[in-house]
């Protein structure tokens, strides 16, 4: 189990527990649930590295702690 801080820089930050084995899709709807947008609505980032779904947190190597950047589309 890690925790994963999403910022949006507009004032919101989110503090999610998840597997590392998850996917970014799984992500956003544990994300989506927390803030009360829908989970198509929202784009992970870090830097201009824009996250795809089908991909897990693993591959991407998220660790636990690790901030990533969340934008609203």
Partial sequence: ??????????GKKVKVKCNEDDTI???????????????DKIRIQKWY???KDHITLKDYEIHDGMGLELYYN
């Fill in 1 to 10: 189990m890690i925790e994963v801080v999403l910022n949006d820089r507009l």
């Fill in 49 to 51: 590295n824009v996250y």
């Fill in 25 to 39: 899709g799984d992500l956003k709807k544990l994300v989506a649930a927390q803030t009360g947008t829908r989970s």
